[in-house]
């Protein structure tokens, strides 16, 4: 069974780039049935997609973070990864990276446990 | 954006009743529809896909139903590991957006 973990610095500043890790054991990222999600939760809110990558390096990103997101992927470390840039204190939040399945429904079946940013000086 | 509503925000009930949760589309996305339950610190977890499907290892007393723009979740009989929040989430069109949550907690 895939497992996820997500990594990163727990504090950043504004205006800095913010970047995370998922890494994931169990199992590879390699491959066309799934693909590999960025969500968020600002404290207390709801969720937030920030977009998705697929083996292929396709990517689709939520367009309120299109101009700062990146995601890519790294199959030697089978491992996925987020850049946002000039963050600010709006990006306060809990990040999960989340694998999705291919299908008609593409929903999110396995979840890394979460890593709290905070953005502040 | 597809905006997702649901109803009710929150909602207190007991052990042993049934709980309904709906989720309203701003336009139709047939059944690209799944609910999750979160708890708190914790990761969201699937607990229906495409609008009715049981996702594997879910108890059966979790149940979906819905297309179009209408949806709801039924708990038939709730259980104490069962107070959580529940959102729906569109995968009919991106952004991706979710419900904002129904929290259900202890009467």
């Known amino acids: 069974q895939v497992q996820l973990q997500e990594s990163g610095p727990g504090l950043v500043k504004p205006s800095q780039t913010l970047s995370l890790t998922c890494a994931a054991s169990?199992?590879?990222?390699?491959?066309?049935?799934?693909?590999w999600t960025w969500i968020r939760q600002h404290p207390g809110k709801g969720l937030e997609w920030i977009g998705h990558i697929f083996y292929s390096g396709t990517a689709y990103y939520n367009p309120s973070l299109r101009s700062r997101v990146t995601l890519s992927l790294d199959t030697s470390k089978n491992q996925f990864s987020l850049i946002l840039s000039s963050v600010t204190a709006a990006d306060t939040a809990v990040y999960f990276c989340?694998?999705?399945?291919?299908?008609?429904?593409?929903?999110?079946?396995?979840w890394g446990q979460g890593t709290t940013v905070i953005v502040s000086s | 954006d597809i905006q997702m509503t649901q109803s009710p925000s929150s909602l207190s009930a007991s052990v042993g009743d049934r709980v309904t949760i709906t989720c309203r589309a701003s336009?139709?996305?047939?059944?690209?529809l799944n609910w999750y339950q979160q708890k708190p610190g914790k990761a969201p977890k699937v607990l229906i896909y495409?609008?009715?499907i049981l996702q594997s290892g879910v108890p059966s007393r979790f149940t979906g139903s819905g297309s179009g723009t209408d949806f709801t979740l039924t708990i038939s009989s709730l259980q104490p590991e069962d107070f959580a929040t529940y959102c729906c989430h569109q995968t009919y069109r991106t952004p991706w957006t979710f419900g904002p949550g129904t929290t259900v907690d202890i009467k």
């Open positions: 336009q139709n996305i047939s059944t690209y």
């Open positions: 495409a609008a009715s």
């Open positions: 989340a694998r999705g399945l291919r299908d008609h429904s593409s929903n999110m079946d396995i």
């Open positions: 169990g199992g590879s990222i390699s491959g066309d049935n799934y693909f």
